[in-house]
């Protein structure tokens, strides 16, 4: 309560007060929003040992990690592949050459509007094509063009200077963009780029839809089972945590690297991605995180 | 072609839920984001750390996921609703987090002197914020909250995997008939062009009559 | 010297304590009667079916690759701490690769849901599915059928303590639980409007709502309420008479007719020889149900 902000004035005693009072209310409600939701759980016997039993036996924690293995497999292949596409694009949008700088903004523009799921459906469904590669392609047709645009707008923001400078040492095109500009570029967008990455390892969860037996789906299968008094709610009370986990961890990785990167004067020739200075908010990070 | 005319009435009853989705979760999200947000900055520490909480587990969750626990998790909890409710509620919950964010990076766009200038004039908190820097920074929060809604159109394919009538879902209907799958998914495709465009045109405009000149 | 093999050292303990994890052997304890005598299905010797490109490729390779439900009792059930299949469609799956000479013990069973199942038989996922899939004309025209294996309709699941329903005819007022958007729901919904309706994802929480008194009958296919009711059979009674008719086939992928009527031969031979029934009575029988007669078999003509 003591960080200094713009919207308010450093409170005096009085307001001090009153401030204290809101919060002793506001905690108070919001213990008692968790309380009643602990009551419920507790009435609606989420607690009993017939539901949590399960996860005490070696089988069905083999078939959780088995799930988790199968969704990072499938987080792997979908970042190294989308990686590798959105450079190809962003190399495609960023030519001279009008018959490949179109196509390229074609397929970018068309596959970051469509959703996720008709891409994934569709090459399942359609193309008849098994599980792991359909998720696989439908996460890398979407994710790629999204980091294509993220590599084409880091590309576009390195100082004018360091690509004239470059050709003015009588670089070529292609030496210009590998030895100058992609490095930069690349450099500052690494938090971008990872945010993306965030999204894709979320996204992973969209094979549950299409049978992929992810970690999802091995949930599902414990918690529709009658013998373990269908517990659902264990099961997500297991489950988010860790996928909400790995996705904090990396969007945590996210804010590390943008953090590191401001201070670094490697990026220095790049217009910097996050707020700048004259914020109004308190130790505000501002969003260089996951987009939905 | 006959796939659309032979299958329009199902197409259309898909097309009208998305759209309902799409509707009422935005007003979910924008009202609860708007919360949100208000309370990342609000002076109350408490009601801060709530704010940063639902923000952040919720930006970290797999929206698959979300739809599980909602509409297969709450009926264990004893709250029985129809699926397209809950399937709102996931939808709008999920997004608010998003929204708040928006807002949040909003709100940073305006200029310290601003909030300052508000304050040496006596204005409190509450006033500060409403009269003088949402209404700034509603003009630049009009893009991200436009892509943030136009993402949330896209997310709501995911319902009509948990028995939700929508646009995504008319697919195993008309695919059972026999219809040729690669049409199909092409009207689909079209459909949520149709309603992403739509979004992001009504986007356009409000900037256009609101936003920053920049 | 420390420092290099320090990190690795803690990292292999971790891994150690991970694998020897603090699990129990086994598989926790299931409700209801377990499926024990099973019958043993003599395979076929020098069964060969050169005409069908299915049976060649799994001849090859050695095994069958079926696709089956995962989350119906006694029917088709994966038991998610062995990761074993049991149940009458799987009776039936294994004794058709045994007929088809290949041993029954090495079929390859994979989960595939109710609408991916043309998909999974097209693509060649699958050799063939047994798994509650009704034949129909529409769907002749993705895949082919052989059997029908069963005859099952929609049906009632009751309490046995309750003793007004009998019949669709008695559902008015009272609180019926099926799947959402399910072909039995919107018979339902359309037959017998009176009834007030409950909709869920999967039948096994309608059955659980069943037995706390939230609804007072769930509907569906008369076998799958079987197999719910063998679960607890002091408690569930499926009651009246099927109101629809839903005869149940081995999906294959269309145009495999060599396969198809091998199939169909094979359901004939194994009906006649009594391993059909033996398979009823170690698996849906336990509900207390009497195996009925099986359908007669459907070989349409070749398309």
Known sequence: MTEATALYDVPGPHTRRRHAVYGVLSTAVILALVAWLLYLLFDTGQFTYTKWMPFAYEGVQELLLRGLGNTLKAFAFAAVLSLALGGLLAAGRLSDHRTVRWPATLVVEFFRAMPVLVMIFFIFVALKVQPLPALVAGLTLYNGSVLAEVFRSGVNAVERGQREAAFALGMRKTQVMVHVLAPQAVRAMLPAIISQLVVALKDTSLGFLITYEEFLHAGKLIASNLDYDLPFIPVVMVISPIYIGMCMLLSWFAGWVSRREQRSPKTEAVVPATAGPGALLPGGEPPMAPRP | MNVLTDNFHTYAEGFLGTLELTLYASLLALALGFVMASFRVAPVRSLRVFGTAWVTVLRNTPLTLLFFAVLLGLPRFGLVLPFDVFAVLALGCYTSAFICEALRAGINTVPTGQGEAARSLGMSFGQTLSLVVLPQAFKSVIPPVGSTLIALAKNSAIAGAFSVTELLGTYKTINELGYNIVWTFVWIAVGYLIITLAISALFNLLERKYGVAR | ?303
């Open chain 3, 1 to 303: 010297m420390f420092r290099t093999t320090r990190a690795p050292r803690a990292l292999c303990v971790l891994l150690a304590l991970l694998a020897t994890a603090c699990g129990k052997e086994g598989s926790p304890p299931g409700k209801g009667p377990a499926a024990e005598k099973l019958p043993h299905y003599r395979v076929a010797k020098d069964f060969r079916l050169p005409d069908s490109p299915t049976w060649t490729r799994a001849k090859r390779r050695g095994y069958f690759t079926v696709g089956v439900k995962e989350d119906q009792p006694y029917l088709g059930e994966k038991d998610p701490a062995t990761g074993a299949y049991s149940g009458f469609d799987i009776e039936i799956a294994r004794m058709m690769s045994a007929s088809l000479g290949l041993p029954p013990g090495r079929i390859h069973f994979r989960t595939i849901a109710s609408a991916n199942r043309e998909t999974a038989l097209q693509n060649g996922q699958i050799d063939y599915y047994v798994g509650t899939y009704t034949i129909n004309d529409n769907r002749k025209k993705l895949v082919g059928f052989a059997g029908p294996y069963y005859l099952a309709g929609q049906s009632l699941l009751v309490r046995k303590d309750e003793n007004d329903i009998h019949g669709p005819q008695d559902l008015a007022g009272k609180r019926v639980c099926s799947a959402a958007g399910s072909t039995p729901y919107q018979r339902i919904r359309t037959d017998y409007p009176k009834a007030v309706l409950v909709a869920y994802d999967t039948y096994s929480v309608c059955v659980d709502n069943l037995l706390t008194y939230q609804v007072d009958a769930v509907t569906t296919d008369d076998a799958i309420l079987i197999g719910y009711a063998a679960k607890v059979p002091a408690e569930l009674e499926v009651v009246g008479r099927p109101f629809s008719e839903e005869p149940y086939g081995i999906g294959l992928p269309r145009g495999d007719d060599a396969l198809r009527f091998a199939l169909d031969d094979a359901l004939e031979a194994r009906e006649k020889n009594g391993d059909w029934k033996k398979a009823y009575e170690a698996t849906l029988g336990l509900s207390g149900v009497p195996a009925p007669q099986p359908p007669p078999i459907d070989r349409y003509p070749a398309s």
